[in-house]
RNA sequence: GCGGGUGUAGCUCAGUUGGUUGAGCAUCAGCCUUCCAAGCUGAGGGUCGCGAGUUCGAAUCUCGUCGCCCGCUCCA
């Protein structure tokens, strides 16, 4: 599948209603899309996949739903208020963009220490460390403004991709969250923000959760719900956006289990996205590098998808080790500690943490399922989606528009609505309607024909193998829940 | 944010040196009655992304702006 094909699947998404652009009317809003009638069947069907398996399915998960809106100090203990946020700068020669820290680890000792001297002129501070002198010297860049650019380049800041010294830009600070008010005036005190991601109000909960659940280590607690960021750049269609949808387990363990459970959920989570009926090659798992961790977690996995546009996250699953709740214990007032009876004392529970994207998830089960065939000389497309999965579970046609087969389908569609999504299309050729629904990813078509009339049976017709069997129209739910489960 | 590309009907696209925007598909109504999109008749749908400028006249030329795509960066 090429480039095009994402081109191709955000036209189908519009044509038949499954994404449309935000605020289309008024000329779109940068990167955010609303999900039209099949988009939310499709989204609201993954997202109960989900929730089955990880919560549910097992005896040890628990859900919870937080409010977007928190404690603004709950940003600050986890870190975001501080590291959420990338100075960066761009060489207006090379048109390339770096994060500060980054380029400045690349640069070699006499240029940093030029740096060094030019901001602290004859008193510089102590450093800790190589890495707390980039960090410091990134502060004071980022908090120069105005002459940093320039400051950068008199000291012969060079850019990597070149090799020469660059025509640098001022740093800027990009602050990743979302800021609103609470209160009808916006005066300091009242600075909120909109939730990064959803784990923090998992992790000011944890106490609340476990005593009310009476749940023992290891036990995990699941949420799902939209989160907020300012990204710099986003794009690849549903892939990145500034508002997202976010399905997250934080699996609290013993702090010395922590590598049993990052593989057992590791592996849990990509085969989950097998089950979806996703191609298998097209997933893996790979294990982030030391450089590409978060300032919070020790060892981290992705569950990745070959997109046309490349391997990409769908998934990341992390080790956050005991980092959160440290956090909220060391800044509030009230402390999210675990009581273990074997121990007979209170820990600090470390925690495994699965964090996935709906709508990354979403993105990929239309990608994978995407197909142009050729069928007698015509294109066909179609949606391979997983029957579980398909917006419509099962169209209902009458074979002619007219008279009492239109009213046996009628009665058809309701008995299949009793349990799964139906449709009934009495619009054109059955052809014509049979390809319409390939496009929509509905997996089963049932026809009512003259036959139907004398012994009460129909066809019902697979989206993948084009092939029709004839049933009693009593054996349609049978029908249906045994193909589902079979597939 | 910077660079490149792009924007005409619901979708895919035409539109000449500047002169009243077209096609195919889709949609709707009727006819036809047929198990894999192409039968017949008719209808609806566009301030050519938006705003200025040049011009007697702009979809077309110029500038600005917004959206989308690709790259740089970051992440679910």
């Given at each position: 599948m090429d480039i095009k094909s994402i081109d191709k699947i955000v036209s189908l998404c519009k044509r038949r209603g499954f994404i449309f652009q935000s605020s289309e009317v008024y000329g779109g809003l940068a990167s955010t899309w609303d999900y039209g009638h099949l988009g939310v069947e499709l989204k609201r069907k993954l997202k109960n996949e989900w929730w089955q398996n990880i919560v549910t399915s097992r005896d040890n998960v628990v859900g919870m739903d937080a409010a977007i809106l928190m404690h603004p100090k709950v940003w600050e203990a986890s870190g975001h208020v501080e590291n959420f946020n990338d100075p960066l700068v761009d060489n207006k020669d090379t048109k390339k963009r770096y994060r500060l820290d980054h380029l400045l680890e690349g640069q070699k000792p006499e240029v940093v220490e030029s740096l060094t001297n030019a901001i602290f002129k004859d008193n510089p501070p102590e450093f800790a460390s190589e890495e707390d002198h980039i960090v410091i010297l990134t502060q004071h860049l980022n908090d120069l403004g105005e002459t940093g650019g320039s400051l950068l380049k008199d000291s012969g800041v060079r850019d990597p991709h070149s090799g020469a010294v660059g025509n640098w830009t001022n740093p800027r600070q990009f602050n990743l969250m979302f800021q609103t008010h609470i209160g009808p005036t916006q005066d300091s005190s009242s600075i909120a923000y909109l939730r990064p991601e959803t784990a923090q109000g998992i992790f000011v909960n944890f106490a609340n959760v476990q005593i009310t659940s009476r749940q023992k280590l290891p036990f995990g607690i699941a949420q799902m719900g939209k989160s907020f960021r300012n990204e710099i750049t986003t794009g690849n269609f549903l892939f990145r956006t500034r508002e997202f949808e976010q399905m997250e387990l934080e699996f609290f363990v013993h702090l010395e289990d922590t590598k049993k459970w990052l593989e057992y959920w590791s592996n849990e989570r990509l085969e989950w996205f097998k089950s979806l009926g996703i191609t298998p090659e097209k997933l893996r798992l790979r294990a982030h590098g030391g450089d590409e961790?978060?300032?919070?977690?020790s060892a981290c996995y992705d569950v990745e998808y070959q997109f046309p546009f490349g391997w990409s996250e769908l998934e990341g699953i992390a080790d956050r080790g005991t980092f959160d709740l440290d956090q909220h214990n060391a800044h509030a007032d009230k402390k999210q500690s675990y009581f273990d009876p074997q121990q007979n004392k209170h820990i600090v529970p470390a925690v495994v943490e699965s964090s996935a994207g709906v709508d990354r998830a979403f993105l990929t089960v239309l990608v994978d399922a995407y197909r142009e065939e050729e069928v007698n000389g015509e294109k066909r497309v179609l949606l391979k989606l997983a029957p579980k999965l398909a917006p419509i579970t099962c169209a209902v046609f009458p074979?002619?528009?007219?008279g009492e087969q239109v009213e046996k389908a009628e009665l058809l569609v309701k008995e299949v609505r009793r349990e799964f999504s139906g449709f009934i299309d009495t619009g054109g050729s059955i052809g014509k309607r049979y390809r319409r629904q390939d496009e929509a990813g509905t997996p089963y078509g049932i026809t009512v024909d003259h036959q139907t009339m004398e012994d009460d049976t129909v066809t019902i017709r697979d989206r993948d193998t084009m092939e029709q069997e004839r049933i009693s129209i009593d054996s349609i739910l049978d029908q249906l829940r045994s193909r589902i489960s079979a597939t």
């Open positions: 961790l978060a300032h919070y977690s074979l002619m528009n007219k």
